[in-house]
């Protein structure tokens, strides 16, 4: 793998640390800058729709400059909104600055992804999207209990300048690593903006996107609240919550290493076997809940299915608009956060009528549905598209 991905994947780290680190931060800010709980939650909704809006208009916007520099000029944005956020006693900027960063962090993303397939050969993109998303999975091991555990000590201004310090050494070197353009895709603009939308129409790419976006909002959703589920079922102490988090992140890791080495060949049993699984995995999540020992042994597992299936449907995404070089990545990057942001606000109404068990139920039915699409769309494309999804 070139060495230019896993400094790419060290900025996802940092950026994957900011976008999930914040709710441990709420609290202080909300005391520091004389907002309501609530209202400091707006933190965390702005930065999701950022990520959502900025995937596609940040991948427009630059589509016509090398990747280069728009994935340096996405990073010095993301570093810049962080110093500003850090350095604000104000609410409105701060929020300002969140969103700004979710847009920078979602252009990052979005040409990042197509970058990964330029850089690597058909047959080992999965492995390559495996080491970019690795970061993801790695922010929710070390990057948000670390951010947590900085902004408890000295406070969650200390948390943003610590991610900004970390994309300041992957700044440097993608500004310099970066190819200006690649052998074999030549123009940035070699394809029209309407010739890449309309990769959106080919049914393949549709259904890689739909089951994406299912995938990740039954892993976000339980994810989202799972400390509830553990102190109110699982009667776990509050301070074993950031544990459990970390070994949840652990099995995802691994899920995307696991991925990455079978995806490219065996993406299509990868889907048949993790789909099933993991819908049973929830459902066992669901009945046994109330006991620790089992909330222990069962988180690193649904991490690592979770991540397994829906890294695995994320590259395919990618693979399936290959012929959309520069809006290709943005479509990942919506479907993932779309998923990030659905799954939340459904587990957060399940949380109210069934209590902290109904956020892992609605994942279940999220995978169902998600089951559900792929045998529908096999059987009707009889094996031609989605079950093939040739690159």
Known sequence: MPVLLYLLAVAVFAQGTSEFVLAGLLPGISRDLGVSLGEAGLLTSGFALGMVVGAPAMALA???????????????????AHAVGALSGDFGVLLASRVIAALANAGFLAVTLSTVLALVPADRQARALSVVLGGTTLALIAGVPGGAAIGELLGWRAALWAIAALCVPALLVVAVATPTRFAGTAETGSASLRQELAVLRNHPAQASIVLAVLVNAATFCTFTYLAPLA?????????????????????????????????????????????????????????TAQHAVALWVLAPVMGGLSFALGSTLIARIAVTTRAAPTMGGSFSTVALNLGAILGPATGGMAIGIQGPRGPVLVSAAFVLLALACWWAVSRALRGDAVPSMRA
């Open 62 to 80: 630059g589509r016509r400059l090398s990747p280069r520099w728009t994935l340096t000029g996405f990073l010095a944005l993301f570093i810049a």
């Open 231 to 287: 102190t109110d079922v699982a009667v776990l102490a509050p301070g074993a919550v950031p544990l459990l988090l970390a070994v949840f992140g652990v099995g995802t890791f691994v899920g995307v290493s696991v991925t990455g080495r079978l995806g490219d060949r065996h993406w299509r049993r990868l889907i048949g076997v993790t789909a099933p699984v993991l819908l049973l995995g929830w459902i066992v999540v669901a009945l």
